[in-house]
């Protein structure tokens, strides 16, 4: 199971860095633009995105933040970068230290709203990356709306160019 969740991470942060590659090409007036997808801006979805991933990090490990990431701690695509890769590198060693019966084990934590949870780590670990594929897919249409249509987030591209088979999907 191990593997596989960290798969998982390691296709999330290689399409992250696709889109934030094509975020790269927006002006700042297109980063911001309000948008109908998502939490309406590239800008604002990708804040959600990285800090819905340390709030479910600091879950899955136990703790409880009480408040998540602003828009305004990173306003520009140079600032995501700065902040999700010490994330994406802390998670990685992270996964690779727990064994089977850590990932199993139940871990709690309270909610913003000070609820209480309860669940195997396996499956909050799971919804984080599951979370993000849903934002991800977000800002890839906004980003296609927008002119700028990213390069494919397939994970089957992801898995055969690890696998040194490369590949595109068809289709379009």
Request: some cysteine; glycine content about 6%; overall charge negative.
């Amino acid at each position: 199971m191990k593997e596989q969740l960290s798969s998982l991470y390691d296709y999330g942060a290689w399409v992250n860095q696709r889109l934030l590659d094509t975020a790269a090409e927006l002006t700042q007036a297109e980063f911001t633009h309000k948008l109908w997808a998502g939490f309406g801006s590239v800008h604002l979805t990708f804040a959600h995105l990285l800090g819905a991933e340390e709030l479910w990090f600091a879950r899955w490990q136990g703790r409880s933040p009480s408040a998540m990431l602003s828009a305004e701690e990173v306003p520009t695509v140079v600032a995501l970068r700065e902040r999700m890769t010490p994330l994406v590198a802390a998670r990685r060693a992270n996964l690779a230290s727990l064994d089977d019966a850590e990932i199993t084990e139940v871990v709690q934590w309270t909610n913003m709203r000070g609820k209480a949870f309860a669940l195997p780590r396996w499956q909050v670990i799971l919804h984080c990356a599951n979370h993000s594929t849903h934002h991800r897919s977000e800002i890839a249409a906004m980003l296609t709306q927008l002119g700028h249509e990213p390069d494919s987030t397939d994970l089957l591209e992801y898995y055969l160019a690890q696998a040194g088979q490369p590949w595109k999907p068809t289709g379009r």
